[in-house]
Structures are given as C-alpha cells and as structure tokens.
C-alpha cells in the first residue's frame, strides 16, 4: 500500500510489517491494525482528536457493531461524553472514496441508534461536520467539530 497524504496535520505513527503486510498501532483498540486506506484515514482522526481537538482517550471508541433495524452495522469512530452519551459519530472512508449522499444517509441511519450530537465525515481528503438539530430532525454543517471541554 502506498502512504497517502491526508488533508490532516502530519502526525506520528507506529508501523510493523507481518507477512509482508503493513500494520498501523491504534492507540485506542491498543493494538496493531492492518494497515487499510481506510484505516489510514481512520487512524488519522484518531491523532486528530486526540492532540488537536484534547478529547481524552477513555472516551473514544473504535469499529464497534451496533444494531440498526435488526442489521448489524459498524461504525468507525464514536467519541462520548463524560456521562456516557455520544457527542460525535465519525464516518471513516477510503481516500479514493467519494462522500455522497449515501455517505450522509449511512451515518444518519446510524445516529437514529447512536444519537449523537455532532456527525464528522471524512475520506481523509474532504472532511464534513455537521451538529445536529433534533428539534426540526435535521444538520446544520459546521466549519469543525469542536474541542473537548
């Protein structure tokens, strides 16, 4: 697989090879992950939430299945607020993936479940942030997510 630059800070990682395959340690899951586009991209927001944003690493979580109309789904990364509710559903995707609605509509499906208050999005390359109106069942788009306080 060949590196990509991302439309991130550049950030500091740690690499193994196994079988002559690449693998990515994800702070998070403390472990060594195949290292995929779209882990790439993933590992990336983890950086980001971590050193720039200041979100605490006990409240992020990583590829976990959730159930969603009786389906089993996986959402990428979820950030929680100290009192265990979600504050932030993030949608990882592939550098050559593009975002299109589906991406949108994926990531509400989810937070139908999820309920979170901030919705990111991003193939590394184009990020998305929406905060959501529950009221008028609705996102508004933000500029960023933001830091933890």
Same mark, same amino acid.
């Given at each position: 697989?060949?590196?990509?630059?991302?439309?991130?800070?550049?950030?500091?990682?740690?690499?193994?090879?196994?079988?002559?395959?690449?693998?990515?340690?994800?702070?998070?899951?403390?472990?060594?992950?195949? *290292?995929?586009?779209?882990?790439?991209?993933?590992?990336?927001?983890?950086?980001?939430?971590?050193?720039?944003?200041?979100?605490?690493?006990?409240?992020?979580?990583?590829?976990?299945?959730?159930?969603?109309?009786?389906?089993?789904?996986?959402?990428?990364?979820?950030?929680?607020?100290?009192?265990?509710?979600?504050?932030?559903?993030?949608?990882?995707?592939?550098?050559?993936?593009?975002?299109?609605?589906?991406?949108?509509?994926?990531?509400?499906?989810?937070?139908?479940? *999820?309920?979170?208050?901030?919705?990111?999005?991003?193939?590394?390359?184009?990020?998305?942030?929406?905060?959501?109106?529950?009221?008028?069942?609705?996102?508004?788009?933000?500029?960023?997510?933001?830091?933890?306080?």
């Amino acid at each position: 697989m060949t590196i990509q630059t991302l439309n991130f800070s550049e950030f500091t990682f740690r690499f193994k090879n196994k079988e002559n395959k690449p693998f990515i340690f994800d702070e998070i899951r403390k472990k060594f992950i195949r *290292l995929q586009p779209e882990e790439w991209v993933r590992q990336h927001c983890i950086k980001h939430l971590l050193l720039e944003k200041n979100y605490p690493i006990s409240l992020i979580n990583v590829e976990k299945e959730i159930t969603i109309n009786r389906l089993k789904k996986r959402y990428d990364i979820v950030v929680y607020n100290p009192d265990g509710s979600i504050n932030i559903i993030i949608e990882c995707k592939a550098p050559e993936v593009k975002i299109t609605q589906n991406t949108f509509d994926q990531i509400a499906r989810y937070n139908l479940a *999820l309920n979170a208050n901030y919705l990111m999005i991003t193939n590394g390359i184009n990020h998305y942030y929406c905060k959501m109106n529950f009221e008028n069942q609705a996102y508004e788009f933000l500029k960023n997510i933001p830091n933890y306080q």
